[in-house]
């Protein structure tokens, strides 16, 4: 995953885990977690991308189309852990195949 795919994933994620009304103190409030979270930035690409809804009366923020973005993020997210804990394992098998046949002592 990318730096920017990164910054959303993160943004997005915190978005889905709390409800508009959560959010909404923790901009009246000044609380930093929002800020760490969402950077004014990426807030406003997700604005313009309409991934979230300032806005409106639902019980969370992000919009269907944010929530699909997160499900794409995810699943990029999933795919890189998955690619990574091959070539672990793909190291493992070759020492252990060059142990056994005497390669390695």
């Not at 990318?2 to 978005?15: E, P, T, V």
């Not at 699943?75 to 060059?98: G, Q, W, Y």
């Amino acid at each position: 995953m990318n730096k920017l795919d990164g910054s959303f994933y993160k943004a997005l994620r915190f978005l889905a885990d709390n409800t508009r009304a959560e959010i909404k103190v923790m901009e009246e409030q000044k609380l930093t977690l929002y800020d760490d979270n969402v950077p004014k930035d990426v807030e406003a690409t997700l604005k313009e991308f309409d991934y979230i809804r300032p806005y409106g009366t639902t019980k969370f923020i992000i919009s269907q189309k944010g929530l699909q973005q997160l499900r794409d993020l995810e699943l990029i997210k999933h795919r890189d852990l998955t690619l990574i804990l091959s070539v672990i394992a793909l190291v493992i098998s070759i020492i252990s195949f060059a142990t056994v046949n005497g390669w390695v002592k």
